[in-house]
């Protein structure tokens, strides 16, 4: 056992510096007995000494070497493959398999390990270890506790001038230290002097932090990396990508250059599952979604412009809030944006307009929140303005289930890693809510007010018991919940797995219903349109062709009146005598009205 003590204090407190070297010994006082001081003593008799019957013996003690003992785990997930395999991709597990197939002690171990599985074989056809015995017999109804929660340790910022704890991020190895980001997101309203240092807190001692993190402006997100616990990814306020390695100090270790970087501060960073666990992205509000390789943070390896019309322009892309991403769906990745819309994108796309895959338009505001279930990740939650939705990738016009609009605006929120029914968010008025929508839909199942300041962020321990959350005045607290809150209940991952189902069908049910409607309706506009149309023109034709009718009898009748007159009259004047020119001009006027009698009767015809 290594025992070490450390000094606090200066050198110069601990006096002159020693120098020791090698020299030959060296006699510098001797001195000789005296006879005289033997004169003051008597010589003792008899003497009196006791004796044992056993032999005389020495304790003697040695120390051995310690033998240290260590207990470890190992979990064997697709076959146990190596790490330079992943056993996602097709390629890589047959040409493993092919390589170990060629190895000459393959078929004698495969001979000895089937010996070993026919006798478990055989066991298990003697004797049934999966049967039920107690099936007959109703079950026995388990009272369980109200759900509750308690405050263990509240992290105070050590600044005097407080900012926002924008970010929370446990550590990936046994949970016991918490990285914080802080940050002022007020735009153009920090206070002069404001420190852009962040923290990683041991859960343990709460009053000082046990590491800072100096980057170069004030830290947005801060994440661990989920395969090697010493590196942090950090985006920061001004559009720039950090990276520190807690072994080699406070400083930053990777910074990428201001000409490649975002141009607005960088609200998310996400590791990806990689071989080598260096690669990453990020996401800001200036419409952009960055590939990082922390080994050469110089320039990003790969950019998509969030911008749903497909033309990549950077003026018309969408800013981007929040990011998912999740291992088991390796070629997808969803970005929460500013606008309130939610955008699937494919990472194996070839070109910048395919990567943009659908789009699910649901909040007033940023999406604040963004991620999948981490029991069925068709199924994902988001988290905007006052409400918190959840969404089906099988139905794109809406959400299928979304809780009660709020006083207080939303501001973050988290699935629970160990229970598929139950999400937790957080609100301006600091208040944390617990939603388990097996047990209560309407309302959340517990509302814990955490302090009197805005919370703006969360995030849940893996084991699900505690959770931190972040205030505007930098305050990091961490809250453990009751044990019927973080244990999976009976028969959970079916119920919750029917709920969704039935609200996934339902909604699309609706959709279909809201489709047929609109073409309906579309239909009966254009009908309207057309017979209008119709009727207007048939109106308009009659119309024409009657007046051109009239018009043209009206010119005839008064041409052949006119014609017929100037005739008579131009006879009687010349054959007759004044008294008999006057009886045919009265006879004449005779005629020409029965003429037009007639006339105006086969008119029409």
């Given at each position: 056992?290594?025992?070490?003590?450390?000094?606090?204090?200066?050198?110069?407190?601990?006096?002159?510096?020693?120098?020791?070297?090698?020299?030959?010994?060296?006699?510098?006082?001797?001195?000789?007995?005296?006879?005289?001081?033997?004169?003051?003593?008597?010589?003792?008799?008899?003497?009196?000494?006791?004796?044992?019957?056993?032999?005389?013996?020495?304790?003697?003690?040695?120390?051995?070497?310690?033998?240290?003992?260590?207990?470890?785990?190992?979990?064997?997930?697709?076959?146990?493959?190596?790490?330079?395999?992943?056993?996602?991709?097709?390629?890589?597990?047959?040409?493993?398999?092919?390589?170990?197939?060629?190895?000459?002690?393959?078929?004698?171990?495969?001979?000895?390990?089937?010996?070993?599985?026919?006798?478990?074989?055989?066991?298990?056809?003697?004797?049934?270890?999966?049967?039920?015995?107690?099936?007959?017999?109703?079950?026995?109804?388990?009272?369980?506790?109200?759900?509750?929660?308690?405050?263990?340790?509240?992290?105070?910022?050590?600044?005097?001038?407080?900012?926002?704890?924008?970010?929370?991020?446990?550590?990936?190895?046994?949970?016991?230290?918490?990285?914080?980001?802080?940050?002022?997101?007020?735009?153009?309203?920090?206070?002069?002097?404001?420190?852009?240092?962040?923290?990683?807190?041991?859960?343990?001692?709460?009053?000082?932090?046990?590491?800072?993190?100096?980057?170069?402006?004030?830290?947005?997100?801060?994440?661990?990396?989920?395969?090697?616990?010493?590196?942090?990814?950090?985006?920061?306020?001004?559009?720039?990508?950090?990276?520190?390695?807690?072994?080699?100090?406070?400083?930053?270790?990777?910074?990428?250059?201001?000409?490649?970087?975002?141009?607005?501060?960088?609200?998310?960073?996400?590791?990806?599952?990689?071989?080598?666990?260096?690669?990453?992205?990020?996401?800001?509000?200036?419409?952009?979604?960055?590939?990082?390789?922390?080994?050469?943070?110089?320039?990003?390896?790969?950019?998509?412009?969030?911008?749903?019309?497909?033309?990549?322009?950077?003026?018309?892309?969408?800013?981007?809030?929040?990011?998912?991403?999740?291992?088991?769906?390796?070629?997808?990745?969803?970005?929460?944006?500013?606008?309130?819309?939610?955008?699937?994108?494919n990472r194996k796309a070839k070109t910048q307009a395919e990567k943009i895959v659908c789009t699910f338009p649901g909040h007033h505001g940023p999406v604040y929140a963004l991620q999948r279930n981490?029991?069925?990740?068709?199924?994902?939650?988001?988290?905007?303005?006052?409400?918190?939705?959840?969404?089906?990738?099988?139905?794109?016009?809406?959400?299928?289930?979304?809780?009660?609009?709020?006083?207080?605006?939303?501001?973050?929120?988290?699935?629970?890693?160990?229970?598929?029914?139950?999400?937790?968010?957080?609100?301006?008025?600091?208040?944390?809510?617990?939603?388990?929508?097996?047990?209560?839909?309407?309302?959340?199942?517990?509302?814990?007010?955490?302090?009197?300041?805005?919370?703006?962020?969360?995030?849940?321990?893996?084991?699900?018991?505690?959770?931190?959350?972040?205030?505007?005045?930098?305050?990091?607290?961490?809250?453990?919940?009751?044990?019927?809150?973080?244990?999976?209940?009976?028969?959970?991952?079916?119920?919750?797995?029917?709920?969704?189902?039935?609200?996934?069908?339902?909604?699309?049910?609706?959709?279909?219903?809201?489709?047929?409607?609109?073409?309906?309706?579309?239909?009966?506009?254009?009908?309207?349109?057309?017979?209008l149309r119709e009727e207007e023109g048939a109106i308009n034709l009659e119309e024409l062709v009657a007046k051109a009718e009239e018009e043209f009898s009206e010119v005839i009748f008064s041409e052949?009146?006119?014609?017929?007159?100037?005739?008579?009259?131009?006879?009687?004047?010349?054959?007759?005598?004044?008294?008999?020119?006057?009886?045919?001009?009265?006879?004449?006027?005779?005629?020409?009205?029965?003429?037009?009698?007639?006339?105006?009767?086969?008119?029409?015809?």
């Amino acid at each position: 056992m290594e025992i070490v003590y450390v000094y606090v204090k200066k050198r110069s407190e601990f006096g002159k510096q020693c120098n020791f070297s090698d020299r030959l010994a060296e006699l510098h006082i001797d001195i000789p007995p005296n006879p005289e001081l033997a004169e003051q003593f008597m010589a003792r008799n008899p003497v009196d000494t006791g004796i044992q019957c056993s032999t005389s013996m020495s304790e003697h003690e040695a120390n051995t070497e310690r033998f240290e003992m260590e207990t470890r785990g190992v979990n064997h997930v697709e076959g146990g493959w190596p790490k330079d395999v992943n056993p996602q991709e097709l390629e890589q597990t047959i040409r493993f398999r092919k390589k170990v197939e060629k190895d000459e002690n393959y078929i004698n171990t495969i001979m000895q390990l089937g010996l070993v599985m026919e006798h478990c074989i055989k066991q298990n056809n003697a004797i049934d270890i999966y049967q039920e015995y107690f099936d007959d017999e109703d079950a026995v109804e388990v009272t369980e506790e109200a759900p509750s929660a308690k405050t263990i340790n509240v992290f105070r910022d050590p600044q005097e001038i407080k900012r926002s704890a924008t970010h929370l991020s446990w550590h990936p190895d046994g949970n016991r230290k918490l990285a914080v980001a802080y940050s002022c997101l007020n735009f153009q309203r920090a206070p002069e002097g404001m420190s852009h240092d962040s923290y990683i807190w041991d859960l343990e001692s709460p009053n000082r932090p046990e590491t800072v993190l100096k980057p170069s402006s004030p830290l947005v997100t801060l994440e661990y990396n989920p395969k090697d616990s010493h590196v942090l990814l950090g985006g920061c306020y001004n559009g720039q990508i950090a990276c520190w390695d807690t072994r080699k100090g406070s400083l930053v270790a990777e910074l990428s250059t201001i000409e490649f970087s975002h141009r607005d501060p960088v609200y998310g960073t996400i590791w990806l599952q990689s071989k080598t666990g260096t690669e990453c992205f990020s996401s800001s509000t200036d419409g952009q979604v960055m590939w990082w390789d922390i080994r050469k943070l110089s320039e990003p390896t790969e950019v998509v412009i969030m911008d749903i019309t497909r033309k990549e322009q950077l003026e018309n892309a969408l800013g981007a809030i929040s990011l998912e991403f999740e291992s088991t769906l390796p070629t997808k990745f969803m970005v929460g944006t500013e606008q309130g819309i939610v955008i699937s994108c494919n990472r194996k796309a070839k070109t910048q307009a395919e990567k943009i895959v659908c789009t699910f338009p649901g909040h007033h505001g940023p999406v604040y929140a963004l991620q999948r279930n981490p029991f069925y990740p068709k199924n994902f939650l988001t988290v905007g303005d006052w409400t918190a939705r959840i969404w089906s990738e099988e139905s794109r016009e809406s959400s299928i289930m979304w809780t009660k609009y709020h006083m207080a605006y939303l501001t973050d929120g988290a699935w629970s890693p160990v229970r598929p029914a139950v999400f937790f968010t957080t609100k301006m008025d600091g208040t944390l809510d617990i939603w388990d929508f097996v047990f209560k839909q309407c309302d959340p199942a517990l509302s814990l007010k955490v302090c009197d300041d805005a919370l703006f962020c969360l995030r849940v321990q893996d084991n699900g018991g505690f959770i931190a959350c972040g205030s505007q005045l930098g305050t990091a607290t961490l809250l453990e919940v009751s044990q019927g809150l973080c244990n999976l209940q009976r028969n959970e991952k079916n119920t919750a797995s029917s709920i969704f189902e039935r609200e996934t069908r339902r909604e699309k049910i609706l959709e279909a219903r809201h489709r047929e409607m609109r073409l309906k309706e579309r239909g009966k506009a254009e009908g309207r349109e057309e017979e209008l149309r119709e009727e207007e023109g048939a109106i308009n034709l009659e119309e024409l062709v009657a007046k051109a009718e009239e018009e043209f009898s009206e010119v005839i009748f008064s041409e052949l009146k006119r014609k017929e007159t100037e005739a008579l009259k131009k006879e009687t004047t010349d054959k007759l005598s004044p008294e008999e020119s006057e009886e045919v001009e009265v006879e004449g006027e005779g005629e020409e009205e029965a003429e037009k009698e007639e006339g105006a009767e086969e008119a029409p015809n």
